[in-house]
Structure formats: C-alpha cells, structure tokens
C-alpha cells in the first residue's frame, strides 16, 4: 500500500507503479526534485522499449562493471536522490561487498536534500556516507552543484558507479582519468556514450544482479577480472543494445502487436 491506495499485485504495471511511488513519496520527503521524476520518466520510455528485462548486452556490461569495481583501489558509488529513493539498501550492500565509498553528488544540491539522502542511506546501513559536510573539492572544468565532491571520495577515485548521470559529470570524470560506470536505460545518452561501461537497464533489476555477480567473482583472481575488462567494449554493447530495440520493435510491428510491456 502507497499513500493509502492499495496498488495490487496482480495490476499489469505494477512493479512500474511501484517504482513510481517510491519517487513520488521521496519528492514528498524533499530528497527527490521535480526534475527527477521527469528524468524518471524519460528512462520508463527505453525500459519498455527493451521490454523492461535485463538484457543480454546489459549482463554483459554487469559483468565488466563489477569487475572494475574489485580491481579498483579507490572504487565510489555516487547517489542522488532518485537513487536515494529507490535502492539505498543496494547501494550499501553493493558497497560493502567491493569496498567501495559512497558519496551524495547532486546537480540540484541543497543542504537539507544532502541530509535526508544520507540519513536514508545511514539507516539502511551506511557506516560513512560522503559529500555531507566534506564536499569542499572541486571537478575541473564543471560547474554545476555537481562539482562539488569529497576529497576522500570521487575526487582520488579510480573507478566511480554514477548511476542515473547527467552527461557533464561523466565527460569531467573521464577528462580526470577515472573509469565511470553509467546505470541508464538510454542507449543514445550522452551519459551512455561518455561512460567506459554503460549497463542500459533499470537500476531497479541492475543493482541486485551487480550484487549477485560481486558476491561470485569476489573469489576470482585479478587476472581473470582483467581478462572480463580486456574483452569488453562499451561502443560494441551499446550498439547490441540499439539493435535489440530496433529489431523487437519490428517484430512487434510484424505481428500487428505494438503493446510495448
């Protein structure tokens, strides 16, 4: 139940609506902003469009993804408050499980959203949360509240998980020589295209089967996640990714079916 409105698990959107709510209630709580919703429903556009699974190109890119996230020395998982939102417990356990930081960094920053978010994140286990009181360091070359980041975080990062990005932080990011990780249903994204590695799936399904593959290839050696990495490559997913959509939009319009979900 949401809001007093009972939303059954039988309803054919129901995980859809599901998430909706989750950001609804977080732009209620002021962590959320307008902005994000519409983000929000930019990305639900491109999730039916893959038919709102987690395809093979983006397990692919899992896959590199948690392999840079062990072979870091100084991985940082960055959140807003979408994110804040709808995976904090996965963020934390995926953080935990790489040893990575996590960091609050947002492009609509206030005080009062950087607290909300970290209270959210501390109390589903967070021991140290960044970019609260210490984001007094600076990205070059960006401009926005986002350049704003701790000097214990993603400022002497090696490898940075920026999921649902703006396209600037990512170019900034890769102009300092960091490894960016993207999270974004949108293949044709700047964001997407700016990133080393692009998991073009829902963060609601991306985050737990990041989980799920850092838990079993925490035990695999360092040359074998370098081999995962040495093997990958982003401009060959995303384009794998293009083609999937273009191809099941036309066998949808074959059969005469054009219901996307």
Request: net charge positive; charged share 30%; glycine share 6%.
């Amino acid at each position: 139940m949401v809001d007093n409105v009972e939303i059954p698990p039988t309803h054919p959107r129901y995980k859809s609506l599901i998430i909706r709510e989750k950001l609804v209630e977080g732009f209620k709580a002021g962590y959320v902003v307008p902005q994000g919703l519409i983000a929000h429903g930019r990305g639900e556009c491109f999730d039916y469009l893959i038919g709102e699974e987690t395809a093979p190109f983006a397990k692919k890119a899992i896959d590199a993804a948690i392999a840079a996230l062990l072979l870091a020395k100084h991985p940082v998982i960055s959140v807003n408050g979408n994110v804040a939102a709808l995976t904090p417990g996965e963020v934390v356990e995926l953080a935990n499980i790489i040893g990575a930081r996590v960091e609050i960094n947002l492009f609509y920053r206030t005080e009062d959203r950087v607290r909300k978010i970290a209270e959210i994140l501390r109390k589903h286990g967070a021991q140290e949360v960044l970019g609260v009181d210490d984001a007094t360091a600076t990205i070059p070359e960006l401009y926005s509240e986002r350049r704003r980041v701790s000097p214990k975080g993603i400022l002497v990062a090696d490898v940075v998980l920026v999921p649902l990005e703006d396209g600037d932080r990512t170019e900034a990011l890769r102009k300092m020589g960091k490894t960016v990780i993207a999270i974004d249903l949108n293949p044709f994204s700047r964001t997407a295209r700016a990133a080393n590695i692009t998991i073009v799936d829902n963060i609601v399904r991306a985050l737990p089967l990041m989980i799920e593959r850092a838990k079993e290839l925490k035990s695999k050696n360092r040359e074998y996640l370098r081999s995962i990495l040495d093997s990958y490559n982003n401009d060959a997913v995303l384009k794998e990714a293009i083609r999937y959509i273009a191809e099941r939009l036309l066998k949808l319009s074959e059969c005469g079916r054009v219901t996307l979900y």
